[in-house]
């Protein structure tokens, strides 16, 4: 578990921070496509690209732990 490593705040701040970008991306990445511009829907693809990396680096972390 994570509280047992002993930076459970850091991956709560991954897994916050994560979804976060992931909602904000989706949202822009939405909104740049519906209005054809290229500089909102890019930023959008970038946060969400960011969003999973945190996610997964989480996930990483979470499962490292358990190996033998």
């Not at 959008?44 to 989480?58: D, E, F, Q, S």
């Amino acid at each position: 578990m994570a509280t047992g490593t002993g930076d459970g705040p850091v991956l709560l701040m991954k897994k916050l921070g994560g979804f976060f970008f992931i909602i904000l991306g989706c949202l822009l990445t939405a909104i740049g496509a519906n209005s054809s511009n290229t500089a909102v829907t890019v930023l959008g693809v970038i946060l969400l690209t960011a969003g999973a990396i945190l996610l997964i680096l989480k996930i990483i972390r979470r499962s490292g732990s358990n190996r033998p």
